[in-house]
């Protein structure tokens, strides 16, 4: 998936993620600029941006400067994603999960 159809695809979306298509892994929601809000335990919230480097797209949140490289795929059900950093982690597969801003405990952390 190219950076463009990734941007285009998830801009003002929250998007849930899960493990092997069963356990959650985790919800991010994409703002506009290249912004993100990660949380994967539907209370804590990290920002981020994402940026494009060659096929991959790069995360790279405020809690941690490692750039957190995947590759995106459209699939008819939504996102497949392949972790670049650990190539043997399975994929993650976005599932049915409500399209709304995150519930973030304490202030929304700002990129």
């Not at 003002?12 to 809000?37: C, F, K, M, W």
């Not at 981020?48 to 699939?75: A, L």
């Amino acid at each position: 998936m190219s950076a463009g159809a990734f941007e285009a695809y998830t801009t003002g979306r929250t998007i849930t993620y899960a493990e092997q298509g069963a356990t959650t892994y985790g919800r991010e929601h994409y703002g506009p600029d290249r912004t993100v809000l990660w949380s994967d335990d539907g209370q804590t919230c990290t920002a981020g941006r994402w940026y494009p480097n060659g096929s991959r797209i790069c995360f790279v949140y405020e809690d941690d400067p490692t750039p957190q490289c995947w590759i995106f795929f459209k699939t008819a059900k939504g996102l497949r994603a392949l972790y670049q950093n650990h190539p043997g982690v399975g994929p993650l597969l976005e599932v049915p999960g409500p399209d709304a801003p995150l519930a973030c405990a304490g202030p929304v952390p700002s990129v």
